[in-house]
């Protein structure tokens, strides 16, 4: 079963996800599948369920909330690094609503309801994380 289509020109890449999949479940798969190790995501599309963190620097815990309705991806960014040798994402974004109001935030999980269009850059760099004790977050760890 394929999850997303994709295209390379020098050091980025071209990803559309499959409509119905989970879009960072696809994403982490292409990650694994080309082998970045760290880069930059843009993107956009239609979604049809979200579930968005927030994260509370007081408890040092997530708050999680899945909105259950036709959205548009009006901004999908984040960045590519690794954890414990794996593909780590860290992707935040913000859904257009049909009332034309907007929720946002760091992105969880998102099943594409039409079409996902994602940029992909891959940088040639170290980007591994490490756990904060301070602020109780997986942090950059450069080498």
Do not use: W
């Not at 963190?53 to 960014?77: C, H, L, N």
């Not at 269009?117 to 760890?141: A, H, I, P, Q």
């Amino acid at each position: 079963m394929t999850m997303f289509s994709s295209c390379k020109s020098d050091n980025t890449y071209l990803l559309s996800i499959d409509n119905h999949q989970e879009m960072i479940s696809a994403l982490m798969a292409f990650c694994e599948k080309e082998d970045i190790r760290a880069g930059l995501i843009s993107g956009l599309g239609a979604i049809g369920e979200a579930t968005l963190r927030f994260y509370d620097p007081q408890t040092k815990k997530y708050v999680d909330k899945t909105f259950r309705e036709q959205m548009e991806g009006a901004s999908i960014i984040g960045n590519i690094s690794t954890k414990d040798g794996k593909p780590y994402l860290h992707v935040h974004v913000v859904l257009g609503r049909r009332d034309y109001t907007c929720i946002g935030g760091h992105l969880l999980s998102a099943f594409i309801n039409g079409a996902c269009e994602l940029s992909v850059v891959r940088l040639e760099c170290e980007s591994g994380r490490k756990f904060d004790e301070e602020t109780g977050l997986n942090m950059y760890d450069f080498k």
